[in-house]
């Protein structure tokens, strides 16, 4: 009985919660912008902590969740985007984070560390001129 009170609890969190990540304000996308800029960063520190065989199970599943709160809000910003200007700065976040995403998931190597920190300042600039036009 406590699994299925559970089960549905969460189920129910989930369908209310759903609605308000589709109507974001314009300070919740903002912060959310901003937030971008973090993980993107976030995900470099744990690549680079992966290559260097530090605290790998938490570098692991750090790197995992930022993974997915980054999709999240990029999915949630770019549903939100109020003009054509923001959605094409979205659109160019999107096409520098699918080259990244596959960066950061490759296994660690000092080479590659380079281009993935290359990468990680094009998407923190990119991501920054999001919030640049999000606050105008």
């Known amino acids: 009985l406590k699994k299925y009170l559970t ?3 969460l189920a129910c969190t989930t ?14 996308a903002m912060n959310m912008a901003g937030l971008q800029r973090s993980l993107g960063q976030r995900m470099a520190k744990d690549y680079l902590m992966l290559g260097a065989d530090v605290r790998v199970d938490t570098a692991q ?7 997915q709160r980054f999709e999240a809000s990029h999915r949630a910003l ?7 200007e923001i959605k094409a700065a979205l659109a160019q976040v999107g096409a520098t984070w699918s080259t990244y995403r596959q960066q950061v998931e490759a296994t660690p190597d000092q080479a590659q560390a ?5 990468a990680s300042e094009q ?5 920054q001129t999001v919030t640049d036009l999000m606050a105008k």
């Open 114 to 118: 380079v281009q993935v920190l290359a």
């Open 61 to 67: 599943r750090q790197l995992q969740e930022t993974i």
């Open 7 to 9: 089960f549905i609890l």
């Open 15 to 28: 369908l209310v919660s759903l609605p308000s990540l589709a109507q974001l304000t314009d300070s919740e």
């Open 123 to 127: 998407l923190l600039q990119q991501t």
């Open 78 to 84: 770019s549903e939100y985007a109020p003009n054509a």
